[in-house]
């Protein structure tokens, strides 16, 4: 289950309609997917995409995504540093950014026009479609290890454009987890 943390705010929204709700102010469409047949941890990239392929079927046809893939990034994944590097500036596409997390997790973070920066932690049974143009960024969380089935319009619009703002710089890319949620926080 996604969690989102808003510092300016210093409120952690960690409920499925709370998350849910939040993210729609923003465009950001947030789903549980469950799949339609137990998949192991060495489930093959057809064996991800046959096992959710109902919820994918649908979102293709709903979001016009036309191509999927899996990508799957481990600690010892060659050029790891400088593959994060990429995504972990602000920047946007011009397509949307469709993730289903199967494994592990990964924070983004969010900063739409004239509203608070916030994360969005995600982890394995998040899908989160991120519309086009909405500035963002991502890091991996301390395992650095996420495994992601994605869904493009068109991948040649999924290059980043950076915004070169340096906001990200003030965001500690800090995972933190439900069991992580400081007691009393303030929720919406
Ligand atoms: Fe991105």
Same mark, same amino acid.
């Given at each position: 289950?996604?969690? #989102?943390?808003?510092?300016?705010?210093?409120? +952690?929204?960690?409920?499925?309609?709370?998350?849910?709700?939040?993210?729609?102010?923003?465009?950001?469409?947030?789903?549980?997917?469950?799949?339609a047949?137990?998949?192991?941890?060495?489930?093959?990239?057809?064996?991800?995409?046959?096992?959710?392929?109902?919820?994918?079927?649908?979102?293709? *046809?709903?979001?016009?995504?036309?191509? +999927?893939?899996?990508?799957?990034?481990?600690?010892? &994944?060659?050029?790891? /540093?400088?593959?994060? *590097?990429? !995504?972990?500036?602000? $920047?946007? $596409?011009?397509? /949307?950014?469709?993730r289903?997390?199967?494994?592990?997790?990964?924070?983004?973070?969010i900063?739409?026009?004239?509203?608070?920066?916030? *994360?969005?932690?995600? #982890? *394995?049974?998040?899908?989160?479609? #991120? =519309?086009?143009? &909405? $500035?963002?960024?991502?890091?991996?969380?301390?395992?650095?290890?996420?495994?992601?089935?994605?869904? !493009?319009?068109?991948?040649?619009?999924?290059?980043?454009?950076y915004?070169?703002?340096?906001?990200?710089?003030?965001?500690q =890319?800090?995972?933190?987890?439900?069991?992580?949620?400081?007691?009393?926080?303030?929720?919406?």
């Amino acid at each position: 289950m996604a969690v #989102v943390r808003i510092p300016s705010e210093e409120k +952690v929204l960690t409920g499925q309609q709370e998350v849910t709700a939040f993210l729609g102010r923003y465009g950001i469409e947030y789903e549980r997917w469950t799949s339609a047949r137990p998949v192991g941890a060495e489930a093959t990239s057809d064996e991800l995409l046959q096992a959710y392929r109902q919820d994918i079927d649908a979102l293709k *046809a709903r979001g016009g995504y036309r191509a +999927v893939d899996v990508i799957d990034v481990r600690p010892d &994944t060659p050029n790891l /540093d400088a593959m994060l *590097a990429k !995504f972990s500036r602000e $920047h946007w $596409h011009d397509e /949307d950014e469709v993730r289903f997390i199967v494994e592990g997790r990964g924070l983004f973070h969010i900063h739409s026009e004239g509203a608070p920066v916030f *994360a969005l932690e995600v #982890v *394995a049974g998040d899908l989160i479609c #991120v =519309p086009q143009g &909405t $500035h963002h960024w991502f890091d991996l969380c301390a395992e650095r290890r996420i495994r992601a089935i994605r869904l !493009f319009q068109d991948t040649s619009g999924w290059t980043p454009h950076y915004t070169d703002s340096g906001v990200d710089a003030s965001f500690q =890319p800090v995972c933190f987890g439900l069991s992580y949620v400081p007691s009393g926080s303030e929720r919406l």
